[in-house]
């Protein structure tokens, strides 16, 4: 009996010394974890509107040329020049993508778009980052709505070849795009200065 009293007596010991430890480190590593978040839009936003920054600038880049506007819960980021960002989120083929586009001030006029997070397959839709998919955006209007078509079909001013064999994750991709801009423009619209 003394046996178990004492085994049950160190095991809630090594567990709460254990919990305590847990809890320091969360503590620590929390405010970091968050601080990092926050310093991956910034880069995002800012390599979206095309704004030059390093590593060592963001925060100053960012507050000099950034204006940050809410409305309903999103927020949205205005350049200088007028060009419009926002972070895109939604569901891909294996797991969510996260973007960040930037629309030209006429708000039809994609200027860029750059990728936080995707988890698609690693060789193929994981291609979905590549400069070269993601600068067929620049330029490509959103009205009607982007299109993401048959590789090497992509004729009109709003479409975009699709990966080839990635196919899904393109349009994953092209529905993201479209139902965020549904959401975010008329707040943009509505907001703009």
Known sequence: MKDKI???LFVL?????LTSILLLVDSYASPIIKRNKILKIKKSILTA???PYNNKNITGVFSNNIEIVKKKNKTFYISKNGDVSFKMSGPGVWGPIESAIALKPDLKTIKSITIIHQEETPGLGSRITGKKFLNEFKN???TPEIRIVRAGQAKGN???DAITGATLSSKAFEALINNQIKLYLPLIKGGKK
Not at 13 to 17: C, D, E, R, Y
């Open 158 to 160: 709003n479409e975009v």
């Open 6 to 8: 004492r085994m049950i």
């Open 140 to 142: 490509k209007v959103i």
């Open 13 to 17: 010991i090594l567990g709460s010394f």
């Open 49 to 51: 509107l095309e704004i």
